[in-house]
Structure formats: structure tokens, C-alpha cells
């Protein structure tokens, strides 16, 4: 196919493309037509883009997805892909534990929030257990509403 059908079925921009082709990450055949070269994609290229894509989505930065292609087509060791594998897993597993922490201080702001703000607010540090040599917060008065009257007889 040629790199305009190539853009719709990756969702790619044409320039993007032209880029993961100048750096070998894509290789599609060279042909052609009359005076004019072109370059023709496969069904193996699109699944390559998207991978790359997906691959940069998990972290992995250019580069290091031109290494790894590169080692794949000299025919990497199983050991190898595993540890790769391995190494990347680690990255998002920390990812995923930083998204945790962040939802569970969303939650809390939420509920403070719909609860009317009336207390001290949430802390992200507290929330996700780096409290450390942190003080206490103050204490927060209620507000002028919410305090209740006495009066004498």
C-alpha cells in the first residue's frame, strides 16, 4: 500500500511515518513508476507502526525502540526478550503504582469536596504515606455558619 492508504490504517500522520522510516524503524519496499520512487507498506509495517506507537506509549523512547528492532532482526535471544521484557515491566509497574497514589488522593479531595470543605483538606503526602517529619496539620475552625450559639438564661 502506498504511505496515503498507510496513514488510515495506522492513524498516523504522513510526517511521523516519514520520520520512522528516515530512522530505520520502518522499511517499506521501494518501487517504481515512471520517474517517480514510492514507497510501498505491507500488512508486517502497519503492525510494525503500531507497535512503535504503542511501545513509545509505554515509555520507550525512540531510540531505544530502534536498538531493540534492530536486535530483533538479527535474532535476539529469548533470555534477552525476557529480560527486556522484564526491565520494562518494572517501569510500568511504578507507573501504575504512581496513578494509584494519585487516585487514591483524588478520591479523597472528591470526598472532601462533596462533603463540603469544611475540614483541614486532603494531603497528598499523607494520603500516600510520605508523612515523615511532617507536622500536624492545625486544626481548622469551623466557619461562622456552622458554629452553634448558647445563650443564657
Known sequence: MLIADFVKATGLPRDTVRF???KG???PEVGRSG???YQDFDAEQVDRALLIREKQALGFSLDEIAVLSAEFARGI???RHAEV??????VIDEQA???????????AKIAWLDGGAVTEPPSFARIVGAT???PDPPARLPSP???TRTTRR
Request: aromatic fraction near 12%; glycine fraction near 2%.
Open 35 to 37: 520517474t517517480n520512487r
Open 85 to 90: 521484557m522484564r526491565e520494562r515491566l518494572a
Open 145 to 147: 455558619k456552622s458554629a
Open 77 to 79: 535471544s529469548f533470555s
Open 25 to 27: 524503524l520502518l522499511q
Open 132 to 134: 515523615k517529619g511532617l
Open 97 to 107: 503504582a504512581r496513578l494509584a497514589r494519585l487516585r487514591r488522593y483524588f478520591k
Open 20 to 22: 520512522y522510516v528516515k
